[in-house]
């Protein structure tokens, strides 16, 4: 168990909807990553967040935002959803060192 | 654009044999490279780690090897175990760009007992 939460497990839901990712960090990290899987490709950076303020955006659609709250727990939020958003999403967080510490994922499905 | 490549999408080593995972980077700006093991339904764990000022980090059964010059490193696994099977994705960080971390598309270890 790493210590890094994410709720839900499973998402299914349709094109053209909104769903929001939640994920709460480890205790005392104030740093969260968010990461997108999709079949057969690596684990594609999204944003990162550090104590309550963005700090890094990778390859994240226009149609996606996220937040971290001052209580540390970060939500990503996928609007528009489109069938190539299929996907497995992670968060991880990070303290004081270099190492991350990932979430269990959300599998989402857009039918 | 991938910078961190793993062009091994799959390996089955025997039970007890040597594993050796490889990955490839193109940013020579990158200084710290880590592995990181993930089964299905996990999400990824840390593995090992090696900042570009060594080319070797030893932790128990696992190595990893830094080749600056051919921007590459690998992972090797002796002896391995059932137990290793999984999917092993590395990764890479920019120096002085501390916050964003590249990684590979995996490579799925199969260890046959």
């Known amino acids: 168990d790493s210590g890094v939460t994410q709720t839900p497990k499973h998402l299914i839901t349709a094109t053209g909807q909104r769903v929001t990712l939640r994920c709460s960090p480890r205790?005392?990290?104030?740093?969260v990553y968010w990461y997108q899987q999709s079949l057969d490709q690596g684990l594609q950076f999204l944003i990162q967040y550090y104590n309550g303020e963005e700090r890094a955006k990778g390859n994240i659609l226009e149609r996606f935002s996220a937040q971290q709250f001052p209580d540390l727990h970060s939500e990503l939020n996928l609007s528009s959803l489109e069938l190539g958003d299929s996907a497995l999403y992670f968060c991880a967080s990070r303290g004081s060192g270099d190492e991350q510490f990932f979430g269990p994922g959300t599998r989402l499905t857009v039918l | 654009d991938q910078q961190v490549k793993q062009n091994s999408p799959s390996l089955s080593v025997q039970e007890g044999r040597i594993s050796i995972l490889n990955c490839d980077y193109t940013n020579s700006m990158f200084d710290y490279f880590l592995w990181y093991k993930k089964y299905p339904a996990e999400g990824p764990t840390f593995l090992i780690s090696i900042s570009s000022i060594k080319d070797k980090n030893e932790d128990g059964r696992f190595t990893v090897f830094l080749n600056k010059s051919a921007k590459h490193l690998s992972l090797h696994i002796v002896p391995s175990q059932p137990g290793d099977s999984a999917v092993y994705f590395c990764a890479a960080k920019e120096f002085g760009m501390g916050n964003q971390f590249y990684f590979g598309t995996g490579t799925s270890l199969t260890v046959i007992p």
């Open positions: 205790s005392g990290d104030l740093s």
